[in-house]
């Protein structure tokens, strides 16, 4: 019930291609759906996050699609590039007392040039 | 510039010998974490703080104590460590949802534990 499912656990991509990323999860009290991406040797930081009232919301290049009825939502790379090369994490929360994070358990993506 | 720091940033010690990694934030928010990443199961939470003498358990506590004596900072103690301890860690701290920041967690830098 509390788990998020990530998939890949790893992708390899050209230069200006795109990157999908996908998550699923079963908690249907979960509310808030985060994107963090990690560069090496740092901390995760946020990239991009979704509320299930809306189905798509897009920065630049990054995309999260949300499809409620199915319980999934992913993250579209647009034309990546050799910096997005980074492991990226899905997550999901729900509103109210610890608001804890539930981490998918990651996806290294590798951009080659 | 609002960040989370961590120290050491890296450590190797023996079973046994009890430790302490610090953990400041310098955001006023109340909600701290502690997470443990490990290579193919993401980030798991140890602990983690509502404010100021609230702390609780999350999905890995085992072997591990936390305080949060003061708002800013959330020290991770580690009375007898194990080798199965050995990883990396990362404190996180972030505002209630509800307060412009829409819950984003903001992680220190880590901290690489090795327990031989």
């Known amino acids: 019930q509390q788990q998020v499912k990530q998939s890949p656990q790893s992708l390899i991509v050209q230069k200006g291609g795109i990157s999908i990323i996908n998550c699923a999860y079963e908690n249907t009290a979960f509310d808030y759906f985060p994107w963090y991406q990690q560069f090496p040797g740092k901390g995760p930081a946020l990239l991009i996050a979704i509320r299930p009232d809306v189905s798509e919301k897009k920065e630049g290049r990054f995309t999260i699609s949300f499809n409620k009825s199915a319980k999934q939502f992913s993250l579209h790379i647009m034309d990546s590039q050799p910096g997005d090369s980074a492991t990226y994490f899905c997550a999901a929360s729900m509103r109210g007392g610890s608001e804890k994070l539930v981490f998918g358990k990651g996806m290294k993506l590798t951009v080659n040039p | 510039e609002a960040q989370v720091t961590q120290n050491p940033r890296y450590l190797i010690t023996v079973t046994g010998k009890k430790l302490t990694v610090t953990c400041s934030q310098n955001m006023n928010h109340e909600y701290m974490s502690w997470y443990r990443?490990?290579?193919?199961?993401?980030?798991?939470?140890?602990?983690?703080?509502?404010?100021?003498?609230?702390?609780?358990?999350?999905?890995?506590?085992?072997?591990?104590?936390?305080?949060?004596?003061?708002?800013?900072?959330?020290?991770?103690?580690?009375?007898?460590?194990?080798?199965?301890?050995?990883?990396?860690?990362?404190?996180?701290?972030?505002?209630?949802?509800?307060?412009?920041?829409?819950?984003?967690?903001?992680f220190g830098p880590g901290t690489r534990l090795t327990v031989l």
């Open chain 2, 37 to 106: 990443q490990d290579p193919g199961l993401g980030l798991r939470q140890i602990y983690y703080s509502m404010n100021v003498e609230v702390t609780d358990k999350g999905d890995v506590p085992e072997g591990y104590k936390v305080s949060r004596k003061e708002k800013r900072n959330f020290p991770l103690i580690l009375e007898s460590p194990s080798p199965n301890q050995t990883s990396l860690y990362f404190c996180a701290s972030s505002s209630p949802r509800g307060r412009g920041t829409g819950g984003e967690q903001f």
